[in-house]
């Protein structure tokens, strides 16, 4: 598995309907479209629970929304590799077993992080309302953990995985070859994440949670995306790790 693995990894990447340039104003537009999220969810929102989350997964609806409409054509959507995202295809054998390796990756890290930072932490996306919670101590209301679902395990792992996986991957590694243009990938994803959402923690923690967890998960996702040829793969193996996440945090607020 692990030689067929390298094999596809280094295998020549077949030429896709969109250039570096375009792939790269994805990532620039995912971010842009964070940032547009954010201002309007804190000017409209306030100091609502859930403000941050509201605002990620507007920012991460808009990255949805350009993705569509700059690839709409029936050659881009197909080169997409996203496949069918019908229910019934999502509760597939192998869509499950994509679900299991998720969550395996998010246990790996999760061992890894206490073991060389000696904390057990919420995602950076979650730890506003892990902070709020401690705070007042009251429990989430329903509405937060309803946009804390929505955004974690649909809007993001939709949005990420379609730049990164979908548009940036093939191009980097067609642009530059297939190692350097994979390995790339995760480090862009680790930067994202990084400038992201790494404001809330402070130190190493910051530093592991905010860019060296997301760069490793980066580099398992590309994997997956480029082992099954699906960036549907890589998306259900992402939503898994975003639900690990909930029930982490979860756990964390007893």
Same mark, same amino acid.
């Given at each position: 598995?692990?030689?067929?693995? !390298?094999? !596809?990894?280094?295998?020549?990447?077949?030429?896709?309907?969109?250039?570096?340039?375009?792939? &790269?104003?994805?990532?620039?537009?995912?971010? %842009?479209?964070?940032?547009?999220?954010?201002?309007?969810?804190? $000017?409209?929102?306030?100091?609502?629970?859930?403000?941050?989350?509201? $605002?990620?997964?507007? *920012?991460?609806?808009?990255?949805?929304?350009?993705?569509?409409?700059?690839? !709409?054509?029936?050659?881009?959507?197909? %080169?997409?590799? #996203? *496949?069918?995202?019908?229910?019934?295809?999502?509760?597939?054998? @192998?869509? #499950?077993?994509?679900?299991?390796?998720?969550?395996?990756?998010?246990?790996?890290? @999760?061992?890894?992080?206490? !073991?060389?930072?000696?904390?057990?932490?919420?995602?950076?996306?979650?730890?506003?309302?892990? $902070?709020?919670?401690?705070?007042?101590? #009251?429990? &989430?209301?329903?509405?937060?953990?309803?946009?804390?679902?929505?955004?974690?395990?649909i809007l993001q792992p939709l949005a990420e995985e379609l730049v990164f996986r979908g548009l940036a991957l093939p191009a980097l590694r067609?642009?530059? *070859?297939?190692?350097?243009?994979?390995?790339?990938?995760?480090?862009?994803?680790?930067?994202?994440?990084?400038?992201?959402?790494?404001?809330?923690?402070?130190?190493?923690? *910051?530093?592991?949670?905010g860019l060296l967890s997301p760069l490793i998960a980066g580099l398992v996702y590309g994997a997956v995306r480029l082992y099954t040829q699906?960036?549907?793969?890589?998306?259900?193996?992402?939503?898994?790790?975003?639900?690990?996440?909930?029930?982490?945090?979860?756990?964390?607020?007893?």
């Amino acid at each position: 598995m692990f030689k067929q693995l !390298r094999e !596809r990894i280094g295998a020549t990447q077949a030429a896709v309907p969109w250039g570096l340039g375009g792939a &790269l104003a994805a990532i620039v537009a995912s971010f %842009a479209a964070a940032i547009i999220g954010t201002t309007v969810a804190l $000017s409209t929102l306030g100091q609502m629970e859930a403000v941050m989350l509201v $605002s990620w997964a507007f *920012g991460a609806s808009l990255t949805v929304i350009f993705v569509i409409f700059t690839r !709409r054509q029936p050659e881009q959507a197909q %080169a997409l590799r #996203l *496949g069918n995202l019908h229910p019934s295809q999502l509760l597939s054998q @192998d869509a #499950l077993l994509l679900l299991l390796i998720g969550v395996g990756l998010a246990v790996t890290m @999760d061992i890894i992080a206490g !073991r060389i930072t000696g904390a057990f932490l919420p995602e950076p996306e979650l730890i506003g309302v892990y $902070s709020n919670f401690l705070y007042s101590g #009251l429990a &989430l209301s329903p509405v937060t953990w309803l946009f804390a679902i929505c955004f974690m395990v649909i809007l993001q792992p939709l949005a990420e995985e379609l730049v990164f996986r979908g548009l940036a991957l093939p191009a980097l590694r067609r642009t530059l *070859g297939a190692w350097p243009g994979y390995l790339l990938s995760a480090v862009l994803y680790g930067v994202f994440h990084w400038v992201s959402y790494s404001t809330a923690l402070e130190g190493f923690a *910051g530093m592991w949670y905010g860019l060296l967890s997301p760069l490793i998960a980066g580099l398992v996702y590309g994997a997956v995306r480029l082992y099954t040829q699906s960036t549907r793969a890589a998306l259900l193996v992402h939503a898994a790790f975003g639900l690990f996440a909930l029930v982490k945090l979860l756990t964390l607020m007893g």
